[in-house]
């Protein structure tokens, strides 16, 4: 399906989902492209963002941070975005601007929440490493995890968008990095792409124990993505003085219910006491005023120098998002997922495959 | 049981408890004297701190901190001892000093670990709202906690010797403290005598919905040191941005196995996640390089103004400080708990009575 002048494809939460989502959840509608009023910019959507963080807002209440998605509204998402039209002073028809579009076609804004990209070699980017997840590795790495060379850092899911950032930073901040992935595959990428010092599969048996020889000094600090059994193999590992910087747990978003025992949490508090272990959560969206420029500043050149590599999972089409949605709460992706929305961009040259 | 001059009572480790301590798990035994040598320096001792970390140090694989007890051996503590004789430059006979004889009635001491302790009106007050447990509050409320005027702090366990001291510095730093016990004899202590704004009997039903109606505006710290249903309550209601500093967790260190279910470890991550909390263990241990001269000068000068009030549990006579311990491990002291070793001082005129 392509992208239409005329008509505004839109993907709004059908029914919110037990468990992990299915199809049935979503629903595509066809509107008419919205005319923009004064003060108003039309935006057409190139890429589109795929994030865990969707996952919360599809329950009936939302996570606190962001509003839940109504029952008929559409997706929430982050996007890079085309003006097509403008009647706003600051934005002119062509710009490319990073949005939160959503998961439509078309979209309006009051140039509130835009920020221009200007050119960029490789514009989707603006949604990952260079963008929302990126910053998220990097405040919950060296701001929350305060990392120092030497340290030992394990990183849950270590070939996503967030993990492959954190345990790049890591490595140029003189850690070694153990990451923790699902499949041989993404851990052969995470030890002979990336760099990592060792990459275990979670599928495999023997976690725990496979976990502690790989950190024979213990852990220093964990980044938490995951939740449930790598946090459980990670615990007792963790030593004098560990951070965890806590920015997800998608091993549970698809719980309806608390899981069953036994009750681990007391575990958890004897391990923070016993071993000064500090816990923290954090929303990147606290981060952008304090410290966004640095982040730019330096993974900028970060990746220019080439000591970190971005990597993208690129589905193709809107109509597409919401099984690349449920694939990538599978763990299916390798690196950042993003929708490439206007079909011109979907294959263009240069990008990196994607496993 | 007065003490002797030429034997050394002492209570050792008789056998390791399975939950509950009982008094068979101790014995009381009785050896000679023993002699100063080279260097050496013999205390005896007039005060004896009980504290609940010595549960922990009871059982056969340590807290990691310190040291388990060996079976056999005498249980470890702080106490408050006089200087019986010398052959050490720095301490001369009569000098009283902050020690940690342990359960006994003397030990020798290499005087690496031992603080003088000058004239003091009440000095075992050096083992409680003076010294460690003291210096524990004012560390975890004021470095973990952060606690700022006009926030919400809510108080574990707030008539122990921790708990106390907490919300008084909170109340004096203009926080709004809402204290929890176990039982209304304390719960009318804490707000009639030590000033608190409320305090909620956690054996009394429905302790999660009186919570949240003594914190209509959520809770900013959650001092903890009990764990359990306790903690359940407080965690629905912590803000954005609360800090929850851990110095212990007493309502499970008489668990022998993991708690049944359900898992409450996932709920906890998300709401660390969404409400970005910081939880930090500590080890009071850690920070007597770093603070213990600010917290002795500012302490003083609450106690002195009255600012602060420190009360005492005390028991009367080693051989009553098993029974002390156990009490103390159910709650059943009313500040901190400690024993009057030197029989001379078991009623010294003066005392704060105890509930």
Redesign the interface.
């Known amino acids: 399906m392509t992208q239409s002048t005329s008509v505004n494809r839109r993907v709004v939460l059908a029914a919110r989902p037990h468990g992990l989502p299915r199809l049935t959840d979503f629903r595509i509608e066809e509107l008419p492209v919205p005319a923009p009023q004064d003060g108003q910019i039309l935006l057409r959507t190139e890429w589109l963002s795929l994030d865990p963080y969707m996952r919360n807002l599809m329950e009936e209440v939302g996570?606190?941070?962001a509003e839940p998605v109504a029952l008929g509204a559409p997706m929430v998402g982050g996007t890079v975005s085309r003006v097509i039209a403008s009647r706003h002073a600051r934005f002119h028809e062509g710009d490319l601007v990073l949005a939160n579009a959503g998961w439509q076609d078309y979209a309006l804004s009051s140039g509130e929440d835009l920020l221009a990209l200007g050119d960029m070699a490789q514009p989707s980017l603006a949604l990952g490493g260079l963008g929302m997840t990126g910053f998220t590795a990097y405040v919950g790495l060296l701001d929350i995890g305060q990392v120092q060379a030497g340290e030992t850092v394990v990183v849950a899911a270590v070939t996503g968008a967030v993990g492959a950032v954190v345990g790049q930073i890591a490595k140029l901040k003189g850690a070694r990095v153990v990451g923790i992935a699902g499949g041989a595959d993404k851990c052969r990428h995470a030890v002979e792409v990336l760099g990592f010092d060792a990459c275990l599969d979670h599928r495999e048996p023997l976690l725990a124990e496979r976990l502690a020889a790989a950190c024979p000094t213990g852990i220093d600090v964990y980044f938490?993505s995951v939740?449930?059994a790598v946090?459980e193999a990670v615990l007792p590992l963790l030593r004098?003085g560990a951070r965890v910087p806590?920015?997800?747990?998608i091993?549970?978003y698809n719980?309806d219910?608390?899981?069953?025992?036994?009750?681990?949490?007391?575990?958890?508090?004897?391990?923070?006491?016993?071993?000064?272990?500090?816990?923290?959560?954090?929303?990147i969206l606290?981060h952008y005023a304090t410290r966004f420029e640095a982040f730019r500043r330096d993974m900028a050149e970060w990746v220019a120098s080439g000591r970190v590599q971005l990597h993208e999972a690129r589905a193709a089409g809107l109509e597409n998002a919401p099984q690349a949605f449920i694939d990538m709460l599978q763990g299916r992706n390798l690196g950042k997922q993003v929708v490439s929305v206007a079909d011109s961009q979907a294959f263009e040259p240069g990008e990196r495959p994607s496993l």
């Open positions: 996570p606190g941070y938490e939740g449930g946090f004098l806590v920015c997800g747990f091993a549970h719980e219910a608390l899981p069953p025992g036994p009750n681990r949490l007391p575990q958890l508090m004897a391990s923070l006491l016993q071993r000064r272990i500090r816990m923290q959560g954090f929303i606290d």
